[in-house]
């Protein structure tokens, strides 16, 4: 009863109200900081037949405007596949490089290596590339879908919306 | 009658210095106490406390070095245009084309040693036992005040856009993405989801408030900025009145009791 | 495999000065000696050894000819041993070894002419090493300029720390009154702290101008979001942070240990309970605070500053001071967790993963059951050691400080500590996190 009367006190009541109204006031000039409105390059992008993509290979030609790369290999799981890995470190997100003659992406910032699956075997990152969504769209064209990713270690790789496979 | 003389028994001298030169005691202590600039000091003070092998200088140092990167600051930015189309050539434009362009070299190397210059006077401030009683709380405004030179540093560090500053910028912020519960990376995050909403993602975590995008881009060069060149130093500003105000207040430079 | 161009006239040029300036400095200790009347041998012996700097001085600035044959160069098989050395083991063991010996060797170290000696060994150590080309890319970029006399100036302050602190701990131990409080008589502030501040300020500004014509700001080319500079780093001041990332994830590395380092510091005066060393140096009255303070400042922020921006190099690999940045070194970095230990090399079984059909409780039920090992550890560090400690090591401390200030201190220590204990259990155990846990983001 005291307890209640308490909490019920004007006094208890105004800080309270005061309070809560400072926490609103200092979430609402968060939600302030964040812009609505973002100039980056657009999400979804089309990239061309897949058969342009030869197997074994990683293309490197859409990281500079798309963050991307586009890979065809047969060593994930033993499935012929196209997908496309985010260009982003999973440990400080700098941009790796495809290393071709060592058959891996290697981050210059922390030295975290990836195997051409997008696999992390060496180095400081704690967990694979990311996948974005890939799929064949109505004109044969493949399309990149960056607003969607796929992690390996969350079993989303299996995902049929994170790779193209590719038949025959 | 001599020159000198003749000026100090001006009106104009008198109207603003309303007391004779400090040639003798008295007027030693009264320009102490008049005049607005010097009565942040004591009018006298013990002979060790102000010994440079004992107080190394090195608080008025940095306190002097952020007058000279204020006084750069400014008029660097006459020349300087934070937009990704100009910020880099304003730069090269200031290193080969304007007059006297080492305002810059002087704004970066008093930069550095600014930070050097503060970690020695918590080095000194630790060493000789001045945090303790009274003096704690003024500790916590200087390790304060160290968090913000840091800051400083920072955030004028990707204002020339070149790849040494974004990519800086890019690893020392990434570190945001990984905050517990609010970077999109961090422990805890997903715990925070509405009915199956994401409260935290790439578009709404820590990261992203402070970059003003989801990579290094105009809005963070912007908001970058503007924290280096408004917001920060007006804290810093602030928080210096309290720190030399609290030294004063505390019983002046630590001495044995 | 030599890439490089070596020596250039302008090079040895430069050095010259320094050679010059040295032997300039050494004349003056002469002087020096000659006043304080010590014995005939010790002052010819500077003697010679000043005129022999001169002599190199003049050499170097005037016989800049032919850099390729030039002489005095630091000998291929020290660089060579010192590149063998450079490992991230000998650097921390060596940077604790110099720590010990500091503190042990104080009273000896505190002596004006060992102090000389050293500091003419550091400055003919850089000067032979400046004509290796690699050590002069690293050590010679602008960036790098206040950090190499960052160094020179925290090794003064520190030994003219310990120098006064040697003197009052004598004072204090024989009773005689301390240092400051001997000549301590109230002067006044103008002139003779209005002038000093002056003084001050006008040769700041001059070093400033001075600085600022000499060394050109770097910059580099402009901003691009896809070509990664490699190496790429932090800021300097926060390198030390960089390194941590090697040990720690972003989390803990970048987030929580710099906020404790944060709170830590601001805690500081409340959990000082001495009330000795108030406004005076001292060690021998306040040996704990101090050895922890200098072991946090000097190896573990400096120091890891030091290795952040001279030795490591492309992909974060470290490279020996006079070794050339080949981005194609390789280096073994396959680590493993501690769940992997456990599961499968002590137990050989797989790591326990929740079945297919499993539900979201059974899921969790399965990771916890995988990092158990590591959970319990963490968990005894966190809550049962500070207990233990309190029992043990620091009974006096608790007993001293009551329940709060004795955690906040005790977790305090901890964490300070954890840096070093992973970086020991990475090399001797090649481990990668003690709690591996990358679907919730949370790694240890």
């Known amino acids: 009863m005291v307890l209640v009367a308490l909490l019920l006190s004007p006094f208890v009541l105004a800080w309270t109200l005061l309070a809560g109204t400072s926490v609103i006031a200092l979430l609402a000039t968060a939600r302030f900081m964040m812009p609505n409105v973002l100039i980056e390059p657009p999400r979804k992008f089309k990239i061309g037949p897949a058969s342009d993509y030869d197997l074994g290979t990683v293309a490197t030609k859409l990281v500079a405007q798309f963050g991307v790369w586009i890979v065809h290999t047969d060593q994930y799981r033993g499935k012929n596949l196209i997908y496309a890995l985010a260009s982003v470190c999973t440990h400080l997100g700098c941009t790796p490089s495809w290393l071709a003659g060592e058959q891996k992406f290697k981050c210059p910032c922390h030295g975290s290596g990836f195997y051409i699956t997008g696999i992390n075997f060496e180095g400081p990152a704690p967990r694979p590339l990311e996948r974005v969504g890939i799929r064949l769209s109505e004109d044969g064209m493949l399309e990149v879908d960056k607003s969607i990713k796929f992690q390996e270690e969350m079993g989303q790789w299996i995902d049929p919306a994170s790779y193209y496979e590719v038949v025959g | ?257 | 495999m030599d890439p490089h161009p070596d020596l250039t006239p302008e090079v040895i040029r430069g050095l010259g000065w320094l050679y010059l300036l040295l032997a300039a400095m050494n004349a003056l200790w002469t002087w020096r000696e000659v006043k304080r009347h010590v014995s005939a041998g010790s002052i010819a012996g500077w003697a010679v050894f000043t005129t022999l700097l001169f002599l190199v001085g003049v050499a170097h600035v005037t016989g800049g000819a032919e850099p390729e044959q030039f002489l005095i160069r630091m000998p291929e098989w020290f660089k060579s041993r010192v590149d063998q050395l450079a490992k991230p083991t000998t650097y921390f063991t060596g940077s604790l070894l110099l720590f010990v010996a500091v503190i042990w060797l104080r009273e000896w170290l505190v002596k004006p002419t060992v102090a000389w000696v050293l500091l003419n060994l550091a400055v003919l150590f850089m000067c032979l090493s400046l004509t290796d080309y690699d050590f002069r890319q690293i050590v010679g970029k602008p960036d790098n300029v206040p950090i190499v006399s960052m160094l020179f100036i925290v090794g003064f302050f520190t030994w003219l720390y310990f120098r006064r602190a040697v003197d009052n701990d004598q004072r204090i131990a024989a009773g005689r009154p301390l240092f400051e409080q001997e000549d301590n008589d109230k002067i006044l502030v103008w002139p003779d702290l209005v002038y000093t501040e002056m003084i001050c300020m006008i040769a700041l500004t001059a070093i400033l101008v001075v600085w600022g014509v000499v060394l050109q700001a770097p910059l580099e080319d402009p901003a691009s979001a896809v070509r990664t500079p490699n190496p790429s780093k932090a800021p300097w001041y926060f390198l030390g942070l960089q390194e941590m990332l090697v040990y720690y994830d972003p989390w803990m590395a970048g987030v929580v240990l710099p906020s404790i380092i944060l709170v830590g510091l601001m805690a500081l005066p409340y959990i000082d309970f001495n009330k000795k060393g108030n406004g005076y140096y001292t060690f021998n009255e306040r040996k704990f605070s101090i050895i922890t303070f200098l072991f946090g400042f000097i190896p573990l922020w400096i120091g890891l500053i030091i290795l952040g921006t001279f030795l490591r190099g492309p992909n974060w690999n470290f490279f020996g001071i006079y070794e050339f940045w080949d981005v194609h070194k390789l280096e073994n970095l396959n680590n493993v967790n501690l769940s992997e230990l456990v599961w499968v090399d002590t137990l050989k079984q797989p790591l326990p993963v929740a079945s297919a059909g499993a539900s979201e409780w059974q899921k969790i039920l399965a990771i916890l059951l995988r990092e158990s090992v590591g959970l319990v550890l963490v968990a005894v560090y966190l809550f049962v050691l500070p207990p233990l400690m309190a029992m043990t090591i620091f009974r006096r401390f608790f007993v001293r400080m009551g329940f709060l200030r004795y955690m906040v201190f005790a977790n305090l220590v901890l964490f300070m500590a954890c840096l070093p204990i992973k970086m020991v259990l990475r090399w001797a155990f090649r481990l990668k996190y003690i709690v591996a846990i990358p679907e919730w983001f949370f790694n240890i």
């Open chain 2, 1 to 257: 009658m001599s020159i000198g003389e003749y000026i100090r028994d001006s009106q104009i001298w008198k109207s603003i210095f309303r007391h004779p030169a400090p040639y003798d005691r008295r007027n030693r202590v009264v320009v102490m106490l008049t005049n607005f600039f010097l009565h942040l000091h004591p009018v006298s003070v013990k002979k060790q406390g102000i010994a440079l092998s004992y107080t190394w200088c090195m608080g008025g140092i940095t306190f002097f070095l952020f007058l000279v990167e204020t006084v750069t600051g400014v008029l660097l930015m006459f020349y300087y245009r934070p937009t990704l189309e100009w910020a880099y050539n304003d730069i090269l434009a200031l290193r080969d084309v304007t007059t006297l362009g080492i305002m810059r070299e002087i704004h970066r190397w008093a930069a550095h040693a600014m930070v050097i210059t503060v970690w020695l006077h918590m080095y000194r401030v630790f060493l000789t036992g001045s945090y303790k009683p009274p003096r704690e709380f003024n500790w916590v405004v200087g390790v304060l005040l160290l968090v913000l030179t840091l800051l400083l540093s920072f955030t004028g560090y990707l204002l020339p856009w070149d790849q040494l500053a974004i990519w800086a910028i890019t690893v020392g912020s990434n570190m945001a993405r990984a905050t517990p519960f609010l970077g999109h990376e961090g422990p805890g995050a997903q715990i925070l989801n509405l009915g199956g909403f994401d409260l935290i993602t790439n578009a709404s975590d820590a990261r992203f408030i402070l970059l003003g995008g989801r990579f290094v881009g105009e809005n963070t060069l912007n908001r970058f900025y503007i924290l280096h060149c408004v917001a920060i130093p007006l804290v810093v500003a602030g928080l210096i009145a309290i720190h030399f105000w609290r030294v004063r207040k505390d019983g002046g430079i630590s001495q044995p009791l």
